[in-house]
């Protein structure tokens, strides 16, 4: 657990991160690891002098299984509040079984499948969420119901999930996304707020008006 941000620690779990904002309310989650890893995210917690009862909110990004595996476990013993894009809500809450790339099928042979969460607070576009000064924005193409959140803390905090991934130089776009497309112009989009830190699902924060970052990759062309 390292802090990134002002009351925001980035927690590395293998090869995906999960985020944690400190708030006047309580805790903040940003997506919960793969199956099995919320021991592991107590823990932390604890090392961060928090407590897994402290966390009142869990920001989804999106469904995949790296992302939403520790759900159900840490909303069942936090009693958080759960929100997450309607486009990917039946997957997280099993009425839908996710659709997966021959990657994500090999790695479901070493993992095992998420548990269904239920979602208590169901997105349908960009706005703001059940936390003060925390925006999500809808931000598809890596999957259909994919959203970023953006944190109104210092010179702005972006949570951009898998819309990017990170890097020290500047984010890339992600690989095993479902439409391209879609997923270049929520770079685009992204590129158009403002933001001083980004943070991502996989590789390193960027820190120091990243909001540039999003921009240059917008005007080199974002990979298809």
């Known amino acids: 657990m390292r802090e990134v941000a002002d009351g925001v620690l980035q927690l590395r779990m293998g090869f995906v991160n999960l985020h944690v904002v400190v708030t006047d309310d309580g805790v903040v989650l940003v997506d919960t690891g793969l199956p099995g890893?919320?021991?592991?995210?107590?823990?932390a917690l604890a090392e961060a002098r928090k407590a897994v009862g402290?966390?009142?909110?869990?920001?989804?990004?999106?469904?995949?299984?790296?992302?939403?595996?520790?759900?159900?476990?840490?909303?069942?013993?936090?009693?958080?509040r759960v929100v997450a894009h309607t486009l990917d809500v039946p997957v997280i809450t099993g009425a839908e079984a996710p659709a997966l790339t021959t990657v994500q099928k090999l790695v479901g042979l070493f993992v095992k499948?998420?548990?269904?969460?239920p979602v208590d607070e169901v997105l349908t576009g960009d706005g703001p969420v059940p936390v003060p000064g925390i925006?999500?924005?809808h931000t598809p193409g890596h999957?259909?119901?994919?959203?970023?959140?953006?944190?109104?803390?210092?010179?702005?905090?972006?949570?951009?999930?898998?819309?990017?991934?990170?890097?020290?130089?500047?984010?890339?776009?992600?690989?095993?996304?479902?439409?391209?497309?879609?997923?270049?112009?929520?770079?685009?989009?992204?590129a158009d707020l403002d933001f001083d830190v980004a943070v991502f699902g996989h590789g390193s924060a960027v820190r120091g008006r990243a909001v540039e970052r999003f921009?240059?990759?917008v005007r080199r062309g974002a990979p298809g």
Not at 54 to 79: F, K, N, P, W, Y
Not at 113 to 117: F, G, I, L, V
Not at 146 to 171: C, E, M, Q, T, W
Request: charged share 25%; net charge positive; glycine share 10%.
């Open 143 to 190: 999957t259909p119901g994919h959203v970023s959140y953006l944190l109104d803390r210092g010179g702005g905090v972006l949570f951009a999930g898998d819309a990017a991934a990170g890097g020290k130089v500047r984010p890339t776009p992600r690989a095993m996304t479902d439409d391209r497309v879609a997923a270049r112009a929520s770079i685009a989009r992204l």
């Open 54 to 80: 402290d966390i009142t909110t869990i920001l989804v990004t999106h469904q995949h299984m790296d992302h939403v595996g520790g759900l159900a476990e840490l909303r069942r013993r936090s009693d958080a």
């Open 135 to 137: 925006r999500a924005f």
């Open 113 to 117: 499948t998420p548990e269904p969460a």
């Open 215 to 217: 921009r240059d990759l």
């Open 37 to 43: 890893q919320a021991p592991a995210v107590v823990r």
